[in-house]
């Protein structure tokens, strides 16, 4: 599965890149992968928006590995604690999920999701994407 997970809020000091926030991100979403029996296979932080491919065996375990990163990353990201809720709405949405086929698709997402941290590092260039082929 490739996963996307964006935030509009996620800047300046709510980035989820911001001092020691992409350490622990990086670091919870390993530990609810190990505690969900998820396999990550590339990751990329880009500050504003998550990108995960990652093997799944449950539905169900997905499920629950999706909505413990997403309330972990928003509360690691905007300071709070559990229970103490800030007026604010995260996520611009649902996360974005795609079923990957196995070899040259594979490939082709871990590519991307590396081509994506690269730039957002600065590692190199910004390259515009053309979604709209159909191809």
Same mark, same amino acid.
């Given at each position: 599965m490739h996963i996307v997970l964006r935030s509009s ?18 670091? !919870? ?6 505690? =969900? ?9 880009? *500050? ?7 093997? !799944?065996?449950?539905?169900?375990? =997905?499920? *629950? =590995? ?10 690691? !990201? ?18 974005? !999920? ?18 994506? =941290? ?9 390259k515009p994407r053309n979604y709209n082929s159909t191809?």
């Open positions: 809020l996620a800047k300046g000091k709510y980035s989820m890149l911001h001092k020691d926030k992409g350490k622990r991100i990086r670091q !919870t979403i390993e530990a609810q992968a190990k505690r =969900f029996h998820i396999n990550i296979y590339e990751f990329a932080n880009v *500050g504003n928006h998550i990108h995960l491919l990652v093997k !799944t065996h449950s539905r169900d375990l =997905f499920k *629950g =590995f999706l909505r413990a990163i997403s309330g972990l990353i928003a509360r690691i !990201t905007l300071g709070v604690e559990r229970g103490s809720a800030m007026a604010l709405k995260f996520w611009d949405q649902r996360p974005f !999920t795609r079923i990957v086929s196995w070899r040259k698709d594979f490939e082709s997402v871990k590519q991307y999701v590396i081509q994506n =941290f690269d730039e957002a590092m600065g590692f190199e260039p910004y191809a």
